[in-house]
């Protein structure tokens, strides 16, 4: 390949991994420019992609480039590099905070239009919906992944293993979820054997057809299926399960992906505030309605928009809210301090890290007097929920699980084009009135078809052919390259699981399978099955859906190693190129706050080290580029003597926080470099900036240290100002003299 296509693109994203770029960026700019290796930034942070898609609203000194679109289309080319951080998937509240704050910073874009009256609205909305909930990802991820725990990690967490709360046998807590009348229940699944196109259709009781989505292009052996999650089952399972919460005296909580299940899962999440809150909306109905109060925006949206009433009103909703608090169970909280409770934002919430959190916390979560109490999980649809029942049961039997000892189950997980449950927001749809929604192809055939009532969420998801090939052939290498048992969760009992397991079955033999160990198990089994291992300290590949991927590739590292932050996570894309994530985890809102508050910065770019060692890995292969292959191997040497000497960011203000972590990151990888044998010339040129690295170890130390301890204005959240970023992230003069003069 041509090596003026050599290069690595590096995203520039939102909160905590935004603030640690402006730290680690200049350091790996200065390493990589030194061995040859171009670099190039590319912003699609949540304000930059606003931006991008409202060109014609700003002054042409505003205007932005459309990043994330050039990102999306190189993602498709075989010379593909790109370090992904983690963004900020926004729900509504999210964006309406970034669009004020850019409207406030003289960026003339529209308000968001949550009620559209007329075609200009619907237009801005739909514009707006590009941006809206996980829109990177999906654009980026034209490959399956490929996440785990490497060896030095697993290594470092045995030596150093992180607090896991004790389990009690009489824990009450639990996962509550529907079972029937969910999209589990309901689902229906059809592989087409040539390419088609289908159209989704609603049918009133009338007969009145209307089309709701009038084109989807389906490849040769495509999977589709479609489901529907009735409302009237969904409202009278909140309601038993409010009752349940309170009898029991335990905690309710709601686990729900309404980022990436960007229109079923703020529905579910409305539902869950109407129920909570019955009583306050029956009574103030109008008002609230006058309000343009949104429930499917969690309950803050009621708390902001009724302070525009006068006070007496005011009043009033507040003593009839407090009663619904003292009559319903106590809600989890988020913030005990604010009164932030789990129904308040869609997306303080989000079920693949906080299941997590709950099970390492005793299976317990924070009420409203700031001690952990046991917990009702509720996991609406039955799809998945089982998985965290049978992890629940299995440490109400066994106990805690011990990092020192335990296994580890890395994963496989199918997710290209838009896989799975994670694509279908554009086929998803509120059922306006009862009536039948049909999957028809072009020949007029009905492939699905459901019953549905007014207000029932129906759903249709694709699986390509090709996606599925290649993660089977990818379970297979990994298979092979550890040894390891593979597991595809996949239940055979379950329409979608039934046509994959069919295809698992065919391409299974197209590959050298000779001596592996290959199972396909229910998730609730194949979970059971892991645990009983991974107790044992042996490791299972989990070979899963996208859902199960986002969920299992958080769960097991806070279990095995502390954090999702410590994953290598690689998409190999599938034309060829890479993309390499940053762990597993997001963007991780607290630590930003902590940062504003008293400027230390807890971000551990661990994750970030790993996979730019394989993105510069590469970027040598697939140019022949020998010095970056040395980067590589020596960035990996300097991220496993930072895990040796520990030198992870401390939690507390006035200890060696992120920026600590680069310098010493950067100071051994100086080292590795200038110890390689390889390249004499590179070896030279870092000897020097070891040197001087290590000699200014303390003051370097003492310059970082001094900065922290007090607010950082950095002008804003979602658009701050990048010259007072770079400021308070590089606050060591001596640090970034050696480092220009790399
Ligand atoms: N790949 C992506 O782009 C992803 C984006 N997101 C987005 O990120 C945002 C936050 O999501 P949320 O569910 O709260 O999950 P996060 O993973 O961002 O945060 C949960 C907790 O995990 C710990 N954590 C995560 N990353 C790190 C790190 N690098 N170093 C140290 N600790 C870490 C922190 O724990 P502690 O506070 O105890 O230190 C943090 O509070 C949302 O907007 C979400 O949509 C979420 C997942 C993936
Ligand atoms: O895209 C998102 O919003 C989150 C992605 C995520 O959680 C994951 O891939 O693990
Ligand atoms: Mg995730």
């Known amino acids: 390949m041509s090596t003026d296509k050599a290069k690595i693109f590096y995203t520039i994203t939102d909160e905590g991994p935004y603030l640690a770029t402006h730290s680690f960026l200049p350091i790996v700019e200065a390493y990589t420019k030194a061995a040859g290796v171009n670099l190039e930034t590319k912003d699609i942070s949540l304000a930059g992609r606003i931006l991008a898609n409202f060109p014609d609203y700003l002054k042409d000194d505003q205007k932005v480039s459309d990043d994330l679109a050039e990102l999306g289309e190189l993602a498709k080319q075989p010379e593909a590099n790109i370090m992904k951080l983690p963004n900020i998937s926004a729900s509504i509240p999210q964006l309406v905070e970034a669009i004020k704050e850019l409207q406030s910073k003289g960026y003339k874009i529209p308000d968001y239009p949550e009620d559209p009256k007329n075609d200009k ?127 029991k005296r335990v905690l309710f909580s709601l686990h729900m992906k309404a980022t990436m299940m960007k229109v079923s899962d703020p529905i579910i999440f409305g539902h869950a505030v109407r129920v909570y809150f019955k009583d306050v909306f029956e009574k103030h109905r109008e008002t609230l309605q006058e309000l343009g109060v949104d429930p499917n925006n969690g309950f803050g949206d009621i708390e902001s928009k009724i302070k525009e009433l006068p006070e007496a009103k005011q009043a009033e909703i507040k003593a009839d809210i407090q009663k619904c608090y003292e009559n319903g169970p106590d809600l989890a909280m988020v913030n005990s301090h604010k009164g932030i409770t789990n129904l308040h934002v869609p997306s303080d919430v989000i079920i693949d890290a906080s299941m997590p959190a709950m099970i390492r916390t005793s299976g317990q979560m924070w009420n409203k007097n700031d001690e952990t109490q046991d917990t009702k999980a509720v996991i609406p649809d039955s799809s998945y929920a089982g998985i965290y029942q049978e992890v629940i049961d299995f440490c109400k039997e066994h106990g805690a699980f011990d990092p020192t000892t335990m296994g580890s189950v890395p994963n496989v997980g199918l997710m290209a084009k838009k896989a799975e449950e994670y694509g279908s927001h554009d086929k998803t749809f509120e059922i306006p009135e009862n009536g039948s929604v049909r999957v028809v192809n072009k020949a007029g055939e009905t492939l699905v078809e459901h019953a549905v009532e007014e207000g029932d969420i129906w759903r249709m998801c694709q699986t390509k052919d090709d996606p599925i090939k290649d993660w089977v052939g990818l379970a297979v290498r990994r298979a092979r390259e550890t040894g390891d048992p593979a597991v595809f969760w996949l239940d055979e009992d379950r329409a979608h699981d039934a046509e994959l397991i069919s295809k698992v079955n065919q391409y299974l033999p197209e590959h050298d399978t000779k001596d592996l160990e290959i199972h396909i198990m229910s998730p609730v089994k194949a979970m059971r099955f892991s645990l009983e291992r991974i107790k044992e300290g042996k490791d299972t590949i989990s070979v899963t859906g996208n859902v199960l991927r986002d969920y299992l590739t958080d769960l097991f590292p806070i279990l095995e190693v502390g954090t999702s932050a410590k994953m290598l996570s690689i998409v190999p894309l599938m034309n060829g190129g890479g993309l390499f994530e940053t762990g597993a985890g997001g963007s991780a809102p607290k630590h930003i706050q902590q940062f504003l508050d008293e400027g230390h910065l807890r971000w551990d770019s661990l994750g970030e080290f790993l996979a730019l060692a394989v993105s510069i890995d590469h970027l040598g292969k697939t140019f022949n580029n020998d010095r970056a292959k040395i980067l590589g191997e020596t960035l990996d040497t300097a991220t496993a003597k930072y895990l040796q000497n520990d030198k992870s960011p401390s939690r507390k203000v006035n200890e060696h926080d992120n920026r600590g972590s680069h310098f010493y990151l950067a100071m051994y990888w100086a080292e590795a470099l200038a110890e390689q044998s390889n390249d004499a010339e590179l070896s030279k040129r870092f000897q020097e900036v070891m040197q001087k690295l290590k000699e200014n170890e303390s003051k370097i130390n003492e310059e970082l240290i001094s900065a922290q301890g007090s607010p950082q204005d950095i002008k804003g959240y979602y658009w701050p100002d990048r010259d007072l970023v770079f400021k308070f992230m590089r606050p060591s003069k001596t640090l970034n003299s050696i480092i220009e003069s790399v």
């Open 121 to 247: 609205e619907k237009e801005i909305q739909a514009r707006y919906g590009k941006v809206k909930g996980s829109a990177v990802n999906p654009v980026l991820r034209e490959g399956n992944s490929d996440r785990r725990a490497p060896k030095a990690v697993k290594e470092y967490a045995r030596n150093n293993p992180h607090s896991m709360g004790e389990w009690s046998s009489d824990s009450k807590s639990h996962v509550a979820t529907m079972g029937d009348h969910d999209f589990a229940s309901s689902e229906r699944s059809v592989t087409v054997n040539n390419a088609d196109d289908v159209k989704i259709e609603f049918v009133d009781s009338k007969g009145n057809t209307t089309v709701l989505k009038e084109s989807t292009p389906l490849l040769p052996g495509e999977v589709i299926d479609a489901s529907a999650l009735s409302k009237k089952a969904l409202v009278s399972f909140l309601e038993n399960e409010i009752k349940d919460a309170k009898e």
